[in-house]
């Protein structure tokens, strides 16, 4: 009986004494040293991360979406859970000392940097780094502090270095065409069967659109409703899925040998143009015509190359077969 009293006793000493120790800890830290917030996560318009291979991205805001290395449309949801973790990141606990050299060590070898811009002002810089033994914390430092500490997202079970990744195709959203409608000042189309059809339409604002034909010829008598729901089919435009590492540099030499199927171009209010040219893509699911024929290519998508890059998007005829229309569709006095 007197054992487990001093036992008790023992216990309850312990108890308060790592109580003390961790609360002089966290009261003698000085909050500039783990202040990795941003709270106002609206205010940041660009977040650059590299690590140490140098593998970086620069994810920028674009008004209503974000880009990434200013080539492609970001994933929002990626977007979002980043910008939930710059603005919630806090210090957990202090790393134990007897750990601190060797958590220097490892952030200094295995680590994100990562810069938060508020307009052209870098607000904050730290290190992300591996995640605590029991993945229940994340190590990080602040620049120019010589203190790393063990970091969560109050409310979060788990560690939160994955959330700063720097490969650009994890960051990459399917979206082809992404705009405001106000900012499409011009869309091209070319059919290859049809050259003498392509056209282009023009928005010049306040409802007023102009129509040019393939020689770019201004062309009168089209429906001008027609014209401008075309336009706004155009405003948010998504691939199925990007298939590049199923194409040798041989094959996808192959594939842009040949004539495009369709081409079409989104100008924008900056003139940046965006262009997406088409393929076949072969039958690979041995679907049938209606006699029970095989049919050389696939009913249902297509390849598509955006911008002239080598990288190979599958398209769904679903998505893009209104938007691969001829100069007589504006003509019609309805929408087909």
Request: aromatic fraction near 12%; glycine fraction near 4%.
């Amino acid at each position: 009986m007197k054992n487990k009293l001093v036992l008790i006793i023992f216990l309850i000493f312990l108890i308060i004494a790592a109580v003390v120790y961790f609360t002089q800890q966290k009261g003698t830290t000085k909050k500039e040293l783990t202040d990795f917030a941003v709270k106002d996560t609206a205010l940041v318009t660009k977040i650059f991360m590299v690590d140490k291979k140098n593998n970086q991205v620069i994810l920028t805001r674009e008004n209503s979406y974000w880009k990434v290395n200013n080539k492609y449309i970001a994933r929002q949801d990626a977007i979002g859970i980043l910008l939930e973790t710059i603005a919630s990141v806090k210090m957990k606990s202090p790393v134990p000392k007897p750990s601190i050299d060797n958590i220097i060590k490892r952030l200094a070898t295995k680590s994100v940097k990562v810069e938060i811009y508020q307009g052209e002002n870098l607000v904050k810089t730290y290190y992300v780094g591996e995640p605590t033994a029991d993945q229940g914390g994340t190590y990080m430092i602040l620049d120019n502090s010589s203190v790393p500490f063990i970091t969560h997202k109050p409310g979060f079970i788990g560690y939160l270095s994955t959330r700063y990744f720097v490969d650009e195709k994890l960051w990459r959203d399917n979206s082809v065409f992404m705009y405001s409608y106000s900012d499409i000042v011009s869309v091209s189309v070319s059919i290859q069967n049809a050259p003498d059809k392509a056209f282009t339409v023009f928005n010049d604002g306040n409802n007023i659109f102009r129509l040019q034909d393939f020689n770019k010829k201004e062309v009168t008598g089209f429906n001008s409703l027609i014209v401008k729901e075309f336009i706004a089919g155009y405003k948010k435009v998504k691939c199925e899925s990007y298939v590049n590492e199923f194409f040798s540099d041989s094959r996808l030499d192959s594939l842009l040998q040949v004539k495009p199927l369709a081409i079409l171009s989104v100008t924008d209010k900056k003139g940046e143009v965006n262009t997406l040219k088409l393929y076949l893509r072969p039958n690979f699911s041995g679907a049938l015509d209606d006699n029970g024929k095989p049919i050389t290519s696939d009913p249902d998508a297509m390849y598509g190359i955006l911008n002239n890059e080598r990288q190979v998007l599958v398209c769904q005829y679903y998505v893009f077969d209104p938007l691969m229309k001829n100069i007589e569709y504006f003509f019609q006095k309805t929408p087909s």
